[in-house]
């Protein structure tokens, strides 16, 4: 079975200094990797994706991640803060293959907050 | 553009009671989901579809059913509301391809006491 990992409940982080929010990943063969953003009160947002190619992805708002496959990660970093990045961050996994195991997992969220 | 709409935004309901939380997109997309979110637990999912008349089980199934009659709209429905089913609901929709991403709904908050 499929599984994500977020290490951390919260991450703190001062405005302008750069953030990582950390994910890693169990999946079977290939995986299909996303990041979403979620804002109190408010549906979850897609920020990023890795289908393949280019280890280095490049989302919204300046967010960016890096796949690492031997160390199974995903983690979503960010160069310079901004308060208005504060909200629950969600690293989601689906594995190439066919079938009802291609379902969406999601690990279980990061709490950023960046301080002004 | 209306994206996925969810209704009620909140609702309350006594054990027992039933209820159908509605979910329309107006994406074309295939494929709707629908998933419960519990604090520390993220999100998981309860049933999703990948067509009209086409409906699968997902992590946590029980205590709920759904139909698709219409590729726009996948209601959930509670047939007996118990407390465990506290929890904010969020619909989902993609097209098809397996790579896009999910659109979601902006969640149903609903508490059974």
């Known amino acids: 079975a499929q599984s994500v990992a977020q290490p951390e409940d919260q991450v703190n982080v001062a405005e302008g200094n750069p953030l990582t929010v950390k994910c890693t990943y169990s999946?079977?063969?290939?995986?299909?990797l996303f990041w979403y953003v979620q804002y109190p009160n408010r549906g979850l947002q897609f920020l990023l994706k890795y289908i393949t190619g280019d280890n280095l992805v490049k989302g919204s708002y300046g967010f960016e991640a890096e796949f690492n496959k031997s160390q199974t990660s995903f983690h979503l970093k960010k160069p310079s803060a901004l308060v208005s990045d504060s909200a629950l961050y969600f690293c989601a996994v689906r594995p190439h293959s066919l079938g009802s195991a291609r379902q969406l997992t999601f690990g279980s969220g990061t709490q950023l907050t960046v301080l002004p | 553009n209306a994206g996925v709409t969810q209704t009620p935004k909140f609702q309350v309901l006594k054990t027992g009671q039933s209820m159908t939380l509605q979910c329309a997109q107006d994406m074309n997309h295939e494929y709707m989901s629908w998933y419960r979110q519990d604090p520390g637990m993220g999100l998981r999912l309860i049933h999703y579809?990948?067509?009209?008349?086409?409906?699968d089980q997902g992590e946590v199934p029980n205590g709920y059913n759904v139909s698709r009659s219409t590729t726009e709209d996948f209601p959930l429905r509670l047939l007996s509301a118990a407390p465990s089913q506290t929890s904010v609901y969020f619909c989902a929709s993609r097209g098809t391809g397996g790579t896009g991403e999910l659109f979601f709904g902006e969640g149903s908050r609903l508490t059974v006491l």
């Open positions: 999946v079977s063969g290939n995986p299909y």
């Open positions: 579809s990948v067509g009209a008349g086409i409906t």
